[in-house]
């Protein structure tokens, strides 16, 4: 079967640097996604890892070890708007299915 | 602007009372996909479609009808819906392949009495 884990909630404080952990077992692997979801919004493609190592896109950075079945997303310089859940997702086939893990509330405080 | 489109935004309706939620994209995407998300389970998904008149189960296909008809929409049926079909839905459409992000619609929060 699809498992992916990550912790439910985190808690930072604006100007610092929060690391969000995701760990995946899946039958197959052809990319992990990350994804910021504001309460009440859909969904917004934030990074796309499928070789190890580190990719970096402005504040944020996410990175993989296959291997070792993990990967995290690292938020520097936090705002308050980067208060939302982020979603770890797994493709697991040829681009079709897309496992998501339960999501990870941060909440930064000033 | 590019964008996936949900109808309805909300939806209180009663047990076994048949209901479509309407789903379209402007990107001219391949992919198409339905999700629900609830509490503590995340986002899990219903259905997919490759294609026009193809269509494939996800996770949660139970309950759940699609069709795809025309490259940019995707509807949703629920046939006879029962409160357990409570959730919050979403709508996504991507580029073929396995190296794209999905872009997702708004949502739609559907309640069954």
């Known amino acids: 079967g699809q498992n992916i884990d990550q912790p439910t909630e985190m808690t930072a404080t604006e100007g610092a640097i929060v690391q969000i952990n995701c760990t995946y077992q899946?039958?197959?692997?052809?990319?992990l996604f990350w994804y910021q979801q504001h309460a009440g919004e859909a969904p917004t493609f934030l990074s796309y890892?499928?070789?190890?190592g580190l990719e970096e896109k402005g504040r944020f950075s996410s990175f993989l070890s296959r291997s070792k079945g993990y990967s995290y997303l690292l938020l520097k310089e936090l705002q308050m708007k980067d208060s939302a859940s982020y979603l770890c997702?797994?493709?697991?086939?040829?681009?079709?299915?897309?496992?998501f893990g339960g999501g990870t509330r941060l909440m930064v405080k000033p | 602007e590019a964008q996936v489109t949900q109808n309805p935004r909300y939806l209180i309706t009663v047990t076994g009372k048949k209901l479509t939620v309407t789903c379209s994209q402007n990107?001219?995407?391949?992919?198409m996909s339905w999700y629900r998300q609830d509490p503590g389970l995340g986002l899990r998904q219903i259905y997919y479609?490759?294609?026009?008149?193809?269509?494939d189960k996800g996770d949660v296909p139970e309950g759940y009808k699609v069709s795809r008809k025309e490259k940019r929409n995707f509807p949703l049926i629920l046939e006879s819906p029962s409160p357990n079909q409570t959730s919050l839905y979403f709508c996504?459409?991507?580029?073929?392949?396995?190296?794209?992000?999905?872009?997702f619609g708004p949502g739609t929060r559907l309640t069954v009495t």
């Open positions: 890892n499928v070789l190890d």
């Open positions: 899946t039958s197959g692997f052809n990319g």
């Open positions: 990107m001219n995407h391949e992919y």
């Open positions: 479609s490759m294609n026009v008149e193809v269509t």
């Open positions: 996504a459409s991507k580029e073929a392949g396995w190296t794209y992000e999905q872009y």
């Open positions: 997702a797994v493709d697991d086939g040829a681009g079709n299915m897309l496992t």
